[in-house]
């Protein structure tokens, strides 16, 4: 009879992973599960965890280099699936599973991620309404940090000038998708903030796929934002997108063009304003002197006493009729003051003005020539100076040399 082969523990354990390792069903392998006993080694980064479902449980690792790819953090009692394989940790002889992919069972990663964000900081109190500030009635800079060759930029650039024109535009040109995004939107904020140069922020992108708005649910952008002594609004994608940094800004508009109306007074109301509180000075003044006069009316039906009391009501009444007269003047005066201000930053920024000073506007088919790249020989084209406009055709283009 053959005497059965002694072995050591060790060789035992390194054959029976080299079995597990080989058998290709164990490879590759999906496996739905509860996650409980879950541990984040504080030094090398890997997940220590076990499996269960109501009959069974495994144990799982996942190392440091697939961890640092999930979007969410597990927790204990979250559901799963998991990929990877099977083998045997020979030093201790037991059998457990290698993790290199986890996702959400039922829901996505993306989705989870930003929800568990959303209540760390919300518990935080980084979203409290009471730390969100006004934004300023009257911005004198108006700050965009976003894509430079966005359209929705030239949207908000639109509105803009259309509404509030006295406004200076101050552009911090970002990557808003894809790698990196989320930092250098940080450094855009951090700019405006450092160099202090503008009174009011707009933060944001075009609409895009909840990968392409993924940058602006960035946890340290959030913080970014809400640290700002600049007011923020964020306008990021259309009305129902929402991302973490809307909920940490100061407002949020639902879309860029929406941002741009609500940073932005329109200055025809603003003119009519004016106009009607001195109409309502005006009223005021002659309300409050024909009350006076009836006073004093009353005051002579009834009086008894000798001409000097007369008298003392009358030089009254001229006192403050005079106060009166001075103060509605000086509020007038205010008013007119402010007004042919707005007045005169308009005109300052008039292209009529541009005329006058020698400049000219040519267009081709109705829109205004900036480059010789938008000219062909043939084009016909429209000067308009400050007395008329010149017809031409373009007979050769000469382009200026670098």
Known sequence: MNQPMVVSVSQLNQYVKSVLQSDHLLNGLMVRGEISNFTRHYKSGHLYFTLKDDNAAIKGVMFRSYAAQLAFSPENGMAVVVSGSVSLYERDGSYQFYVTDMQPDGIGALHLAFEQLKEKLSQEGLFDQMRKRPLPPYPERIGIVTSEGAAALQDMLNILSRRYPVARVVLVPVQVQGNGAAQTIIEGI?????????????VGRGGGSIEDLWPFNDEQLARTIAASAIPVVSAVGHETDFTIADFAADLRAPTPSAAAELVAPNLPDLQYYLLELGRKCEELTVGRIAFFQHR??????????????LNQYVQKLSFLQDAIWKSTCRKLSDAETGLRHLAELLEARSPVKLLERGYSLTAVEGKTVLSVAQVQVGNQMVTRLTDGEVYSTVSGIKEKKQ
Not at 190 to 202: G, P, S, T, Y
Not at 302 to 309: E, M, T
Request: net charge positive; with cysteine.
């Open 296 to 309: 004093l009316d009353t005051a002579k039906s009834r009086l008894l006493a000798p001409d000097h009391l």
């Open 190 to 202: 951090r700019l405006l903030n450092r160099k202090n140069a503008c009174d009011v922020m707009i």
